[in-house]
Structures are given as C-alpha cells and as structure tokens.
C-alpha cells in the first residue's frame, strides 16, 4: 500500500512564517458540526468567522467573502459550494468530498508569490492518491446525501480515486414543508500516474449540479408565503478539470499546470409564482476560464528559488431580463453582456536561512494583467512585493514579521456589467484592480513538542475597492446572499481597513484530548460617501473557539466544539419606501436603508456541537456509525426580520393609496429567530 507523505502540522514554513494555518485529516473528518462539510471544517480556524445562518461564507480576518482563491492539488477551483453565489464564495453545502483530502493549508496573510488574484485567503487542498494494491470502496449515508468512493490501481504505473454524491434533501424538506426543495449533485477525481523515476501526472476534476425548485404547496403561513414570493428558481451546474506535470530533478523541480473551469448560473421568477405571466426575472450566465502556469523550484547555494509565468483566457456573459425600480418607475430591462479577456502573471520568490537557521529571510515578488481595460493591462501597476522574516529566540521560541502588497481582480459579474441603456458602464468607468497592504507579525511558542501557541497582531489596508454608485457604500461591505454578487455599477474609489489579534493553541494528547483553542479580535471598517470608517459587515469584533477531540479505546470517538462570535452590524429597511407597491414588485422583499449603513448590530451568537463516532471491524470490510449533533442548548440567533405584506381574508396583499396617489402595501415585521438542535446520523461503509 502507498504511504502518504505529509508536512508535520506543526512544520514551520520560510515563505509564510505567520498566518499559515494547518489541519489533517483527523480534524476535517472528525470536527464536531461540519457534518463532514469541509467548507464549515476551515470555520474552525483562527481568524475565520461565522454565521448563524446556513451558509458556509469564508470570511477571514474582516475580508469579504469574495476575497478567498481555493487550490485543489495546485489547480485553482473556482468554487468550494454548492449553489454558490456568484461573484463571491458562499453557499450553503461543500463540494469537496473529505474521504479524498489529506491536509489543508490556510494562508490569511504571507501569501506566496505563485498564488495570486486573493485579498484575504488562500486555501490550498490536497487530496490522498489512490491505492496501488487494491481496489478500495467506501460507501457513506450522510445527513443529507449519499455517496460513493473508489481507490485503487488502474495499472502498475496509474491509481485513480473517484466519489460521486447526491442529496436526497429535497424528501426531507417537503416532509418539513418548507418552501423551497433543492438538489445537489457532485463528483470528483483524481488520477496519478508516476512516469519513470522522477516525473508524475496528476489529472484532477471537480463538479457539481444543483437545482433548485419552489414547493409551491407549502404556502399555510406567512413566512413561507414570503418565501415562495421571493425566492425564484435557481439552476447552476460547474466544474473545474485541470492536468499537472511535475518533473523531479537533483536540485528542485518543474511544475506545469492547465486547467480549465466553468459555471452556469441561471434563474428565473414569475410574478406570483403564476407561469401564464412574463417573467419578472430570467438570468442565464457562464463563467469560463482557460489556466496554464509553470513553476520551477531550485536550490541554489543555500537559496531557495521559486519563480514562473501564469497566463489566462476567460470568457464572461450574461443575458439579464427583469424588472427593476429607478427613476421612481418600475422598468423591464433587458441586457445582453458579453466579453472575453486575456490575463498573464508573473512571481519569484527566493528564500534563504542564516545563523545556522535561527534566521530565515523570504522575499517574493509578483505582477498581474488583464486586457479587459487599459486601466488594468500594464502590470507594473500591479507590482506586489512581500517579505517575510523569522527569528528563533529560543528552542521554543519564534519571532515572526511579514509584510505584503496584493492584488485582486474585480469579479467578472461586475466587470460585465451593463447599466439599463445598455453600456458596460464599469469599464468606461476604468475599473482597477483591489489592492490590500498586509502587515502581521506574531510569537510562537512550543512548551512541547506536540503543542504550540501563537499569537498574531494584523493589519490590512484596502484600496481601489469597487464603490457602488447606487448606494454610496464599498460593495465588499455588504451582506451576500444566494444569486449574484456585485452585479451593478461600481467605480474604483473604495477605501478600508481590517485589523486585530489572534491567539491560537494547538495541543495533541493534553490530558488524552486533542484540543484547538483560538481567540480572534476583528475591526473591520470601510469608508463611506463623506469618508467616515462605518464598520462592514464582517465586524464581528470577537470570535472564540474551542474543540477537544478524544479517543475513548474500543473504537470510540467523542469530541465537542463550542463557539462564540459576537454580533455582526447590519442596515435597517426603509419600509417607508419598500411599502411602494411599484418597489416591491421589482424584487420582492424590502429595500434597505443605506443612509443609516450598519448602524444596527445583531446580538452575539454561540453554539455547542457534539460528535461521537464509533467504528466496527468486521472480516471484509468495517462500518463507522456518527452522530453529530450542532446547537445542542439550543440557542436562538437573530437574523433581519421577515417583512411580509399584510393579506385580506381571500389571502390577496392588501393595496391602500395613500395622500399623494401612490399605492402601497400594508408592511408588518416579524422577528426572525433562527437555531435548532439539529442532529445528524451517518453511516461509512467500507470494503
């Protein structure tokens, strides 16, 4: 059988010697709470906030959600959910299959040169290779889903895994009788073929197909009411193929890497939920990109050299039909936006150590370009250096700096925005690059040697952050939601800050528990119309985490996690103006009250989550049984409240006129609470 070679956790690394976070493959299949969801596994970081909500948003270190980049095997993947948002990385359920990943890598700073386009994370994923003796199946009933996993030899050279899942959450959410039934779908692969002594070939693929429909009988209350009226359907399917080729030599080695991603995105909403009207909202959108990078690593006189290319071939559309309200009128707008853009990049990094390795030095530099807009095409604009330093004060002591500059490309649904007369308006606009300048330094400590602390102060200055015309705010600031993210007119003058501290211990076999205790101080803030900082939607002030993990012996597991964030702010509704019967009827819901941005904030919300797993041997094959159990006390979070329109005794919205002549809607708020002990029961089978 192949064993699996991997990085201590707590190996230190010369390039990022702060902000790289490491947890294997006992934590991500074990975390009490993820349900075996890798994207809330990586919630349990320091730095990383969450919310009371189901979505698994990556939001780190007072950065948005859509500041993240997530690597499989070295292939970027343009996504870690399902029924994604586009424009950013939330979404409610995980892709990733974690029977296949060994370790995962977060970077909340101290990025390396050869990953790009990212303001807060990088994310790299690594998956295990496939059996070379055998053929091994692993068949997993879950919480929502079933699955299939294979390993083993495709011939002497060549091992192959493969899972494909698929959710049967649609039987049990019209057994609740809530409104909405959606459907996931999703597969994964990878193949190793190992070509002589010293070269290898990966292929890796990645997808996933959701869909989602209305339950339209699920209609008795008001909240689901509201809920039918608003949401519409929404259908997306992507995928993400790539092919690398590492060749091994004396002093180092090259990588090759090409890939390609796409997503689909499409929905659609008729007035009413009525199919004999013309739609109200009908979006059909792909995302394409093309990928090829070369890296080559060598050690040269005690330097470590890292350097290579990357270039890119993107496509974008969108064909956009619905009903919006402007000019105080309710309008149908019809775009078609469509554009194609080439971007190339280039980075090294050279690493060295001294005084016989109590000191490591890393400097690294990189360059990126697009052809989507002069503003954006010369890549000496977008120099971004970092450096990094560590010192060894004492056997078990480190002193650790690093400084950097980065770069993000807007995403594609704003770059291909088209304004109702039809312009792609954020490219007369000269949109540009984000940019953040990080500064981190930290202490690590080693009482012993399977236990560390850490402790890190950061500080993120943002620039040329996309600033939305309509509503005078950052758009990296605002709420995301399912749908579409970032999809209006913008211009490049946002400015903001994030910054903080953050304590982590990490203690393997402490009085028989594996234990992770991280603390988390966040401000982040954005400046608005007047230049004022007004806190953004990720302000979560202070995030505690602890989990402890314990063996029992006769095949028993049990572990616990208990959080803690504080409330987030969020923005009133103006239900003045969301009463306007012309303004509801363009999307549905109530408009928010941007003259008082954030001023409101949620309570603070925490939560118990308890696993316990237990595995049975048998002749050919074993069964592991979980039961996993989130919000065990039961505690109820406050999320914006459910406005609904008041009904007359034939179940129709009740219309008044007022003074002026403008019909209106009777509003009513409804505290919206949300929290359940939720347990989960699955079963592993193995052969």
Known sequence: AEVAVRASIFERNMESPVSLRRIGIQEIERSPGSNRDISRVIQSLPGVAFTPSFRNDVIIRGGGPSENRFFLDGIEIPTINHFSTQGSSGGPLGIINVDFIREVEMYSGA?????????????EFRQISGNRDRLNTRATIGASDIALSLDGPISENTSMIFSARRSYLQFLFSLLELPFLPTYNGFQFKTNTRIGQNRE??????????????????????????????????????????????????????????????????????????????????????????????????????????????????????????????DNQLREVSTFSEFDMFKWSAFGQATRSLFNNRLSLSLGV?????????????????????????????????????????????????????????????????????????????????????????????????????????DSIVIGSQSTDFGIFGNEEVVSTGTGRAFGTELYFRAEDLADFNVFLSYTFVRSEFRDISGNFVPSRWDN???????????????????????????SPYTPFDLEFSSRRDAWDAQNR??????R?????????????????????????????????????????RLNDTVVRERDANGQPIVITDRDGVERYSLRSIENLTGTVLPSIGLIFEF
Request: charged share 20%; aromatic share 16%.
């Open 541 to 567: 002030r202070h995030i505690l985490i602890l989990t402890a993990l314990r063996e029992l012996g006769r095949n028993w597991e049990i572990g616990f996690k208990w959080r803690f964030s504080g409330g």
């Open 111 to 123: 990025f390396p040169a050869n990953r790009g386009n990212a303001l807060s994370s990088v994310f």
């Open 366 to 470: 990189r360059a990126d370009a697009n052809n989507f807009s002069q503003s954006m095409s010369n890549m000496f604009e977008q120099i971004s250096p970092r450096i990094s330093a560590s010192y060894q004060l004492a056997e078990d002591l480190f002193l650790s700096a690093n400084m950097g500059r980065y770069y993000q490309m807007p995403s594609y649904v704003t770059l291909g925005f088209k304004n109702p007369a039809g312009v792609m308006i954020n490219r007369e606009n000269n949109l540009r690059y984000i940019s953040v300048n990080h500064f981190v330094g930290g202490v690590e400590w080693r009482p012993l040697a399977n236990s560390k602390l850490t402790l890190e102060g950061f500080y993120k200055n943002y620039g040329n952050y996309p600033f939305s015309v309509r």
């Open 597 to 637: 941005f954030n001023q409101n904030r949620f309570p603070s919300f925490h939560q118990l989550d308890i696993r316990i797993d237990r595995q049975f041997f048998f002749d050919n094959f074993s069964i592991m049984a979980y039961l996993d159990i989130q919000n065990v006390y039961n505690f109820q979070s």
């Open 201 to 326: 070939l990966n292929i890796v693929g990645i997808g996933a197909i959701d869909n989602f429909r209305l339950n339209l009988e699920a209609n008795e209350t008001e909240e689901q009411q509201t809920t039918l009226d608003l949401l519409p359907v929404n259908n997306q399917w992507n995928y993400a193929l790539g092919i690398t080729y590492r060749i091994f030599r004396e002093n180092g080695s090259d990588f090759f890497v090409l890939s390609r991603n796409m997503l689909r995105n499409t929905a659609f909403k008729y007035p009413g939920n009525n199919e004999a009207l013309p739609r109200s909202l009908d979006y059909v959108s792909d995302e394409i990109e093309n990928k090829f990078r070369f890296e080559r690593t060598t050690n040269v006189n005690n330097f470590r050299f890292n350097f290579g290319v990357g270039g890119e071939y993107a496509k974008f559309n969108a064909d956009n039909n619905q009903l919006l309200f402007f």
């Open 590 to 595: 109530p408009y928010f009250d941007y003259s």
